[in-house]
Structure formats: C-alpha cells, structure tokens
C-alpha cells in the first residue's frame, strides 16, 4: 500500500479529453466507489477543468487499472479506449504524490501560474470524498489546503491577475473598489466575451445584458449568466447606466461609435464607466477615452498587466518550492511513522513467542540443569533476542524519523511474514 | 523623558514609512504585519509621551496632530484595505515629530491655559480636524494620482499598490466632512475660551479675515461635496483646494505675523 495520484493534466491531455474525463459531483462517489472494490483503501477524486486526479491509497494494482478502465470508458476510441485513457495520463507515486498535490493546491501545477481557484476546487474535493478518504488521504488534502494558503501568504505566487479576462476584472476593481452588485453589458457572445463574463460575475457584478447580431447565441449564454438577450442597437441607451462595458464582438470595425454612444455617456454626470475591449479588430472607438470618465482598455493594455502578474510570479517560483519541499518532508516523517510502532511491538511479540517456545522445547530436553542454570539459560535466550531485534527497531525508528519508514515497514512485514499495516 | 520618547516614536515611524515607500524604489515590499506593528508600536510610545505634554506651543501641536495623523492613517488602512495612505501621511507624520522636537517640546509662556478645559477641546478638536483635513487631502492626492495612471493605461506601481478610486473617493468625503465641523468647533472654542478666561480675542485684524477666508474655502469644498455631489476628480481637487488654503494661510501669518498664536 502506498499513496498513488493518477490522473490527466492541460499538460498531458487536449481539452477535448479532459472534458470527457471531468467528473461532477454527482459523479464522484460511484467513480471512487469503483476503485476503492478494486483494493484501493482511500480516495479522493480531484477534477477540474484542467485536471481529473484520483488521489488512492492503494497497491500499484489493480486500483490503477480500475481508474484507467473508468477513464477508458469515457473515450469514443471503443475497445481500444482503456490504452487511450493511459496514453493521456500520468502516474505519481508516496513522496512524489505528495508534492504533486502540494505543488496544485499552491497554483504551481496551474494553467495560469498561482490562480487560487484551485485552492478552492481542492476544499470541494476533498469535502467530496471525505467518506471514502481514508486517514492517510484526509490528512494528505488537510495539510495541502495549509500549503496552499502558505505558498500565497508567504509569497507573491498569488499576486497580480494572470489572464486578460482576469486582468479585466482587476483593472475595473481599481476603478469600483468592490464589484459586487455593479452592473455589465455584455457586447459579443463568443467564447471570450463568455469567459470575462464569468470572471466578472464571479466577482458578485450582475450582467445585465447581452447584446450580439445572433440573438440565439446572446440568449444562450444571457441564460446562463443571469442577463436578457438584446440586439446591439437595443443595448447603446444602456451605456447611460452600466458601470462596465465588455465588448468582445467578431465585427471586423468598431461598433462602440462616439456618435453611438457619446451623447449617452455624457448624461452619466461624471458617473464612471469602465470599458473592457477584448476585441481584435478593437470594438470601441479609442475617441470615447476622452471623454472624463470613461475608463477604456484594449486587449493590449489586459494582456500588459497579465503579463507583469506572470512575470512576477515566475520570480516567486523557487520560493513556493521550498514551502512545498518542506512540507512535504514534513507529511512524509507523519506517513513514514505511521506504522512503526505497532510494528515494532508486534515483531517483538512474535519473536519472543518463538523465543519462549523453542526454550521450553530445549529445557524439556535438559532435565539435569539445576533450577539456576535454567533461568541463566533463559536469560541468555532473551539476551539474544533483544541483540537481534536492537538493530531492527532501532533502524525502523530512525527511518520514521526521517520519513522513509514506509518502506522498511513492509520490507519487515514481508521478511517476518507480518500482516500488512491497516 | 518626553524628548526620548518622541525621538523613540519618531524612530518607528521613520522606519514605517522607510519600508512602506520601500517598493516605489524597486525594493520587495515589506511584510504587512510589520508595516503596521511599526506605526502601532510608534503610536503607543507616542501616546505616552503626549501624556506627559503641556499642549501649549507649537512644538506640543505638532506633536499631536502627528499622533492624530497615525492614528487616522491606521484606521484608513484598514478601511481601504491596503497601506497606500501612509505612503504620504507617513512621511507627513515623521515630519511632523521631527518639527515638534525641533521647535521644542516645553509649554508655551500661558501654561495655565492647559488646565482649562474649553482650551484643551479647542485644541484637541482643532487638531483632530486639521488631521482629518490632511487625511482629505492625502486620499484626494492619492485619487488623482491613480485616475491619471488609469486614464493614461499605465500598470506601474501606483496602480499596483493604490487602492481604487472608488475607495479613495469615500475616504476624502468621510474625512472631509467630519473635518469641518472639528475644526469648526474648534475655532468657536477658542472664541469662547478667550471670551471667558483670556478678557478678549488678543488676535490681529489679518488672522481674523485670512481665518475667515479659509473657513469660507474649506466650506465650499464640504458644500459641494454634501449639496452638490460631486464626486470623484473634481471633488478630490476641491478638497486640495480646502487644505491647501489652510495651509497657505498658516504659512502666511506665520512668516508675516510671528508669535501672534495661542498653540499654533
């Protein structure tokens, strides 16, 4: 038994994989149901948009195999789809395992350097499984969320905004202070325009409206964030009251016109709007930033602060490391001692059953020694015995110290014919 | 005594600022802990030695309206959530300490009057808003310094370590408005107290009109803020309009009519 993360990364899988291997939550008790029947005796399943990881305390086989079958099935690839799943996936194993989840509840993992939603995704996950986890694994994501929090408290991992959508977020934060309960108007309905939207609306701003030449697509994703669908002409008056605008249309020349918009602003009476241009070609009419208080940024002024946040957290890599090795020698000293005593005790007592056995044979058969001979001879017998078994647990208890107790834990158990440790 | 503990608190101060200015010369910012611990640590070695002062003088007020000005910063700072206002009223307060010793820390020739109760309201009140208007004036110094950055799309360090406009903007209105009537008051118990204790305002013709005039300014710029709501730039340069005023003011009599002050 050992800790054993298995699972696909935005590193080893393309999106299209890796949305048929996420797991809702619905999901995830019958999927670690399937494995922990397959021997695995924890698990936590961790699985995000960028990643799927089961996290199993477990024997190299066959709870792996279980999770590369469940993954398997999820692949249009027919029979052939459990080698596929394993060609998109990786393996970590003890002290490895350890770091690999430090190192994603700290952001290192992370698509985008240091984002905290992982912080988050790993409390859910872990919340999620808590029935099936299991002492070790408990432990395990309890200290990984303590890392986490370390890693953006004692460093600047977590600093800045790292995407331009996110960039866009912070930028209107400098304006508004506290974006909850701001309003947006939303131009453009495609995948980009969607994805600022979400970072917004995860902020607490309310999109008010969704303007795009399709309707239907505007409709879609108004339903989604809580809007109304409007046209593009329908959405100019709303540039009277909206605090942000994010225009990210497919049209190939701006839309947001002075003569559009600049009479409208002009009767917000000093009220600031922030506009958020992720269009390329540009949406808004660079003129409008005159205007006193119109906030206006392009997508090259968001990709700029994204890129002096990467930079900087890049500078706070070595130090997030160190955190992370540290704690993890620290989970491993736990883990490396969890067995040791029992094990100790028992192969004490197993050995001094034989011991007490094979006296009372041999005394049977040494009649003629005199009462004080026989304790000297059972004297001696225990004399020996704890010479033999000193180096043993001596060298057990300092592996344990030093956090590599698991494995000569089973090496004795096999050697002495021990059960292995619960 | 007072005179260590004051190089003390100015010690501590000094070294606030040091580390709270430390990343606009390329420095990695302090730890936020110890930029707070610092001016609390100062504020309480300050806090005693004021115990101990006669608040009459110069040396004595300024002494104070440092204090008030810590305090007012530590508060703002927890108000905006970031420490942007001590990267002026830290400065502004170590200046302040370091005036108070320079000019000397014994009561003025009227010792009595620190006795009296309306003149230590007059000056406690007088002070708390003069340091209240210094707090308008910082936070709409600050407002217009971040509206420049992001008008003209610069991500330096301004707008990394400045809190956002909209923050900004209360803090200037809040201190503002509670500074006025302080200092209000303040004047109209200096008026009492020289009325029933001193036989008379022993002020010149010019304090009176320039007094005036300031008070007129600084209630143009409260007028426009609670009357006419304005807000943001144009508000932020009403408020430096109001403190500048007062300052320009003091200064004035100061160099024309020395020694015509009771504690200022």
Redesign the interface.
Same mark, same amino acid.
């Given at each position: 038994m050992g800790i054993k993360v298995v699972g696909v990364n935005h590193r080893t899988a393309p999106l299209d994989v890796r949305e048929r291997f996420a797991h809702g939550a619905h999901e995830v008790p019958g999927a670690l149901a399937r494995v922990m029947a397959a021997g695995a005796s924890g698990g936590v399943l961790l699985s995000t948009c960028n990643r799927t990881e089961f996290y199993l305390v477990a024997d190299d086989e066959p709870a792996l195999e279980a999770v590369w079958s469940l993954l398997g099935e999820r692949l249009p690839t027919g029979p052939s789809a459990e080698a596929g799943a394993r060609e998109y996936g990786y393996i970590a194993r003890d002290r490895d395992a350890v770091r690999h989840l430090y190192r994603v509840s700290s952001g290192l993992d992370s698509m985008i350097l240091g984002e905290s939603q992982i912080q988050g995704q790993v409390r859910e996950a872990w919340e999620a499984s808590r029935a099936q986890a299991g002492p070790v694994l408990h432990r395990l994501f309890q200290t990984a969320l303590h890392v986490g929090s370390r890693v953006r408290t004692e460093t600047g991992l977590g600093m800045?905004t790292a995407s331009a959508a996110s960039a866009g977020v912070a930028?209107a934060?400098?304006?508004?202070?506290?974006l909850a309960g701001r309003s947006a108007l939303i131009l453009g309905a495609g995948d980009m325009a969607e994805l600022a939207a979400t970072c917004l609306g995860d902020q607490g701003v309310q999109i008010t409206l969704v303007a795009n030449r399709t309707q239907e697509r505007a409709r879609a994703i108004a339903e989604r964030l809580g809007g109304r669908a409007v046209s593009l002409e329908e959405a100019w008056p709303h540039f009277a009251t909206t605090d942000i605008a994010l225009c990210s249309t497919a049209a190939p020349h701006a839309v947001v016109t002075w003569e559009r918009v600049g009479a409208v602003i002009g009767a917000r009476r000093?009220k600031?709007l922030c506009i958020l241009d992720l269009a390329v070609p540009r949406d808004v009419d660079p003129a409008i930033?005159q205007l006193?208080?119109v906030?206006l940024?392009d997508i090259d002024?968001l990709q700029?602060?994204a890129a002096?946040a990467t930079a900087r957290r890049r500078d706070e890599i070595p130090a997030a490391e160190r955190i992370v090795e540290e704690e993890t020698d620290l989970f491993w000293a736990w883990y490396g001692g969890l067995g040791v005593v029992p094990t100790i005790k028992e192969l004490r007592a197993r050995m001094d059953a034989v011991r007490a056995a094979e006296l009372e044979r041999a005394l049977r058969q040494l009649d003629h020694l005199t009462p004080d001979d026989r304790a000297q001879v059972e004297q001696f017998s225990q004399v020996l015995l704890n010479k033999f078994l000193h180096q043993p647990t001596t060298a057990l208890k300092k592996a344990a110290e030093e956090g590599h107790g698991y494995g000569l834990l089973e090496a004795v158990r096999r050697l002495f014919g021990m059960e292995p440790p619960e | 005594m007072i005179v260590t503990l004051h190089l003390v608190a100015l010690a501590l101060y000094g070294l606030a600022t040091a580390l709270t200015l430390a990343p606009f010369i390329r420095f990695r910012p302090a730890p936020r802990a110890l930029t707070i611990a610092l001016p609390c640590a100062g504020a309480a070695v300050h806090v005693v030695a004021i115990s101990q002062l006669t608040l009459i003088g110069l040396g004595p007020a300024l002494s104070m309206l440092a204090f008030c000005l810590v305090l007012l910063q530590l508060a703002s700072e927890r108000l905006l959530r970031g420490a942007a206002v001590s990267f002026l009223a830290g400065p502004l307060a170590t200046g302040l300490v370091g005036l108070a010793l320079l000019s000397g820390l014994t009561p003025g020739a009227d010792v009595a009057a620190g006795r009296n109760t309306w003149f230590v309201l007059h000056v406690a009140l007088s002070v708390l808003g003069l340091a209240l208007l210094a707090l308008a004036f910082i936070a709409a110094a600050l407002y217009l310094l !971040?509206f420049r950055e992001?008008?003209a *799309?610069r991500?330096g360090q301004i707008? !990394?370590l400045?809190?956002?406009?909209? *923050?900004l903007d209360q803090l200037n209105r809040f201190a503002l408005v509670a500074g006025f009537p302080a200092l209000t008051l303040g004047v109209l118990l200096a008026l009492g107290y020289g009325a029933q204790f001193s036989g008379g305002l022993h002020v010149a013709k010019a304090q009176i009109v320039w007094g005036i005039f300031t008070w007129v300014v600084l209630g143009w710029a409260v007028w426009v803020r609670v009357v006419r709501h304005w807000?943001?730039?144009?508000a932020a340069l009403a408020s430096i309009a109001g403190f500048s005023a007062v300052l320009l003011v003091y200064v004035a009599l100061k160099l024309t009519q020395p020694g015509a002050e009771r504690f200022l």
């Amino acid at each position: 038994m050992g800790i054993k993360v298995v699972g696909v990364n935005h590193r080893t899988a393309p999106l299209d994989v890796r949305e048929r291997f996420a797991h809702g939550a619905h999901e995830v008790p019958g999927a670690l149901a399937r494995v922990m029947a397959a021997g695995a005796s924890g698990g936590v399943l961790l699985s995000t948009c960028n990643r799927t990881e089961f996290y199993l305390v477990a024997d190299d086989e066959p709870a792996l195999e279980a999770v590369w079958s469940l993954l398997g099935e999820r692949l249009p690839t027919g029979p052939s789809a459990e080698a596929g799943a394993r060609e998109y996936g990786y393996i970590a194993r003890d002290r490895d395992a350890v770091r690999h989840l430090y190192r994603v509840s700290s952001g290192l993992d992370s698509m985008i350097l240091g984002e905290s939603q992982i912080q988050g995704q790993v409390r859910e996950a872990w919340e999620a499984s808590r029935a099936q986890a299991g002492p070790v694994l408990h432990r395990l994501f309890q200290t990984a969320l303590h890392v986490g929090s370390r890693v953006r408290t004692e460093t600047g991992l977590g600093m800045g905004t790292a995407s331009a959508a996110s960039a866009g977020v912070a930028v209107a934060g400098k304006i508004f202070g506290d974006l909850a309960g701001r309003s947006a108007l939303i131009l453009g309905a495609g995948d980009m325009a969607e994805l600022a939207a979400t970072c917004l609306g995860d902020q607490g701003v309310q999109i008010t409206l969704v303007a795009n030449r399709t309707q239907e697509r505007a409709r879609a994703i108004a339903e989604r964030l809580g809007g109304r669908a409007v046209s593009l002409e329908e959405a100019w008056p709303h540039f009277a009251t909206t605090d942000i605008a994010l225009c990210s249309t497919a049209a190939p020349h701006a839309v947001v016109t002075w003569e559009r918009v600049g009479a409208v602003i002009g009767a917000r009476r000093g009220k600031p709007l922030c506009i958020l241009d992720l269009a390329v070609p540009r949406d808004v009419d660079p003129a409008i930033a005159q205007l006193e208080n119109v906030f206006l940024y392009d997508i090259d002024d968001l990709q700029t602060v994204a890129a002096q946040a990467t930079a900087r957290r890049r500078d706070e890599i070595p130090a997030a490391e160190r955190i992370v090795e540290e704690e993890t020698d620290l989970f491993w000293a736990w883990y490396g001692g969890l067995g040791v005593v029992p094990t100790i005790k028992e192969l004490r007592a197993r050995m001094d059953a034989v011991r007490a056995a094979e006296l009372e044979r041999a005394l049977r058969q040494l009649d003629h020694l005199t009462p004080d001979d026989r304790a000297q001879v059972e004297q001696f017998s225990q004399v020996l015995l704890n010479k033999f078994l000193h180096q043993p647990t001596t060298a057990l208890k300092k592996a344990a110290e030093e956090g590599h107790g698991y494995g000569l834990l089973e090496a004795v158990r096999r050697l002495f014919g021990m059960e292995p440790p619960e | 005594m007072i005179v260590t503990l004051h190089l003390v608190a100015l010690a501590l101060y000094g070294l606030a600022t040091a580390l709270t200015l430390a990343p606009f010369i390329r420095f990695r910012p302090a730890p936020r802990a110890l930029t707070i611990a610092l001016p609390c640590a100062g504020a309480a070695v300050h806090v005693v030695a004021i115990s101990q002062l006669t608040l009459i003088g110069l040396g004595p007020a300024l002494s104070m309206l440092a204090f008030c000005l810590v305090l007012l910063q530590l508060a703002s700072e927890r108000l905006l959530r970031g420490a942007a206002v001590s990267f002026l009223a830290g400065p502004l307060a170590t200046g302040l300490v370091g005036l108070a010793l320079l000019s000397g820390l014994t009561p003025g020739a009227d010792v009595a009057a620190g006795r009296n109760t309306w003149f230590v309201l007059h000056v406690a009140l007088s002070v708390l808003g003069l340091a209240l208007l210094a707090l308008a004036f910082i936070a709409a110094a600050l407002y217009l310094l !971040q509206f420049r950055e992001l008008k003209a *799309r610069r991500f330096g360090q301004i707008f !990394q370590l400045f809190p956002p406009l909209e *923050r900004l903007d209360q803090l200037n209105r809040f201190a503002l408005v509670a500074g006025f009537p302080a200092l209000t008051l303040g004047v109209l118990l200096a008026l009492g107290y020289g009325a029933q204790f001193s036989g008379g305002l022993h002020v010149a013709k010019a304090q009176i009109v320039w007094g005036i005039f300031t008070w007129v300014v600084l209630g143009w710029a409260v007028w426009v803020r609670v009357v006419r709501h304005w807000a943001g730039r144009r508000a932020a340069l009403a408020s430096i309009a109001g403190f500048s005023a007062v300052l320009l003011v003091y200064v004035a009599l100061k160099l024309t009519q020395p020694g015509a002050e009771r504690f200022l």
